[in-house]
T-cell receptor, first 112, second 114 residues
């Protein structure tokens, strides 16, 4: 079993829809949770960063962490065609330890 | 200096040849990381530097792989005697400080071994 599980999709939604992306994990030591967006043939770009449980909102993006269920989510409101990309969840233990474990990514397509 | 720079962007090499990639991190970032990403997979950790010290190496980093970061600035990743299984995107990332605030990735070097 992988430490981080993520549905690869693809997920196709119409423009303006609310998108929900999710990951589960097995390592209870994970404390920092991130979402990266990756366009084709580009490096990942950090979208959201959260520590421990709770919600964090940034514009059209909301990240949720439920440590009791080992489940994290990213919601995208009013999705746009420019949101079409692969979304990678990522996580790491607390402290100065910097190795990050990534999910395999969910490919999202927003159809105009 | 607006981001992490990687060179070359693409590299095609014959099996058995040696290749070297370069990464220039964001100038004030003291931490540098190498990851490898194959098609349809997330990035996998290879190695990590804090300044010039290589603090961790993944078991994915076989004896054919070596990474350096002289003087804590740019870094190189060398693969000796390349194999077809080495074909992947090699990503470099950097970060600053002792906290964990996420990486800044470069655009990667895509290696194809033929």
């Amino acid at each position: 079993q992988k430490e981080v599980e993520q549905d690869p999709g693809p997920l196709s939604v119409p423009e303006g829809a609310i998108v929900s992306l999710n990951c589960t994990y097995s390592n209870s030591a994970f404390q920092y949770f991130m979402w990266y967006r990756q366009y084709s043939r580009k490096g990942p770009e950090l979208l959201m960063y959260t520590y421990s449980s709770g919600n964090k909102e940034d514009g059209r993006f909301t990240a949720q962490v439920d440590k009791s269920s080992k489940y994290i989510s990213l919601f995208i409101r009013d999705s746009q065609p420019s949101d079409s990309a692969t979304y990678l969840c990522a996580m790491t233990p607390s402290g100065g330890y910097q190795k990050v474990t990534f999910g395999i990514g969910t490919k999202l397509q927003v159809i105009p | 200096d607006t981001g992490v720079s990687q060179d070359p962007r693409h590299k095609i090499t014959k099996r058995g040849q040696n290749v070297t990639f370069r990464c220039d991190p964001i100038s004030e970032h003291n931490r540098l990381y190498w990851y490898r990403q194959t098609l349809g997979q997330g990035p996998e950790f290879l190695t990590y530097f804090q300044n010039e010290a290589q603090l961790e190496k993944s078991r994915l980093l076989s004896d054919r792989f070596s990474a350096e970061r002289p003087k804590g600035s740019f870094s190189t990743l060398e693969i000796q005697r390349t194999e077809q299984g080495d074909s992947a995107m090699y990503l470099c990332a950097s970060s600053w400080g002792t906290g964990n605030y996420g990486y800044t990735f470069g655009s990667g070097t895509r290696l194809t071994v033929v």
